[in-house]
């Protein structure tokens, strides 16, 4: 089967139209992983690069993720854990006291798209859920989002709590939403500050490529 159809349905963002097909890859028993890799990912990917060069915009990227994760619903159980995940494993949340998760899921889905297995703990997160999460999964990213300038804080003590649970250098933390700044994330010892969920994905594969 001609995975590139895959690929060229999710660029368009056709969500029934991409299930069927990735449905259909199973049935004419194409390789899960080869479904993922060859027609979702390389998808998701040329969406990232549009995005960035402004050939699309905000609402064609959110139909694209919409559509990479009902198809993902679908692919998910039959992929073996070695299929996901390959990039590493992210855990991401909205901090504590703030409900905004539209950016956030965005970032999520970008990360996905690009092979990070990623759990997603969701809004209104507790400084002890990050840090229980990140002993749990043991992530090699931890991503926080804010869009609050009152919630911004508890980036800060969610870095403070991991250090004192002596966990800080097992992950790589990024940061984002709309009133964080990249000094922001310098001053509260943040990795990584991305402006967007589109340069989130590159940024982190430039920064753990080099690390
Ligand atoms: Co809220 N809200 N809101 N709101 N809301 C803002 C953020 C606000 C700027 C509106 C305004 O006053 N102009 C303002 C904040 C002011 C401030 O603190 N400086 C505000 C306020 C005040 C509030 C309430 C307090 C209102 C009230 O009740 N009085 C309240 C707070 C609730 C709470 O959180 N405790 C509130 C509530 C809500 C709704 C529930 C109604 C709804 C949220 C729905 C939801 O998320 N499910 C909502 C919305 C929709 C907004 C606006 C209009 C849009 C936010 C959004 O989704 N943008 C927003 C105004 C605005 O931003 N124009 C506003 C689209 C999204 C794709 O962008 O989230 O920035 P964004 O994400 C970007 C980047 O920031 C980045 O990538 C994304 C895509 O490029 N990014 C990351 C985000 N997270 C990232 C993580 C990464 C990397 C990149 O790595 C981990």
Excluded at 38 to 55: I, N, P, S, Y
Excluded at 137 to 146: E, F, R, T
Excluded at 170 to 188: K, L
Aim: one cysteine or more; a negative charge.
């Amino acid at each position: 089967m001609d995975l590139s159809k895959i690929t060229e349905t999710l660029i368009s963002g056709k969500s029934d139209e991409l299930k069927k097909l990735v449905e259909e890859a199973i049935n004419n028993d194409v390789k899960p992983a080869d479904i993922l890799n060859q027609g979702l990912l390389t998808g998701m990917d040329a969406v990232g690069q549009k995005w960035k060069a402004g050939e699309m915009f905000m609402p064609e990227v959110l139909r694209c993720a919409k559509a990479m994760s009902s198809s993902m619903d679908v692919l998910r159980p039959m992929l073996k854990d070695d299929d996901i995940g390959n990039a590493g494993t992210m855990i991401i949340g909205t901090v504590a006291g703030d409900l905004h998760d539209i950016g956030k899921d965005l970032a999520a889905m970008m990360f996905e798209g690009a092979g990070y297995k990623v759990i997603n703990i969701g809004i209104d997160q507790s400084n002890e859920n990050f840090v229980n999460a990140v002993k749990e999964h043991k992530p090699n990213l931890l991503g926080m989002s804010a869009l609050l300038t009152t919630t911004m804080p508890r980036m800060g003590e969610v870095i403070n709590s991991l250090k004192e649970a002596g966990i800080r250098d097992q992950v790589t933390v990024i940061i984002g939403g709309a009133p964080v700044t990249e000094e922001f994330a310098d001053e509260i010892g943040a990795d990584l500050y991305a402006p967007n969920a589109g340069t989130a994905v590159e940024i982190t594969n430039e920064y753990l490529q080099n690390k």
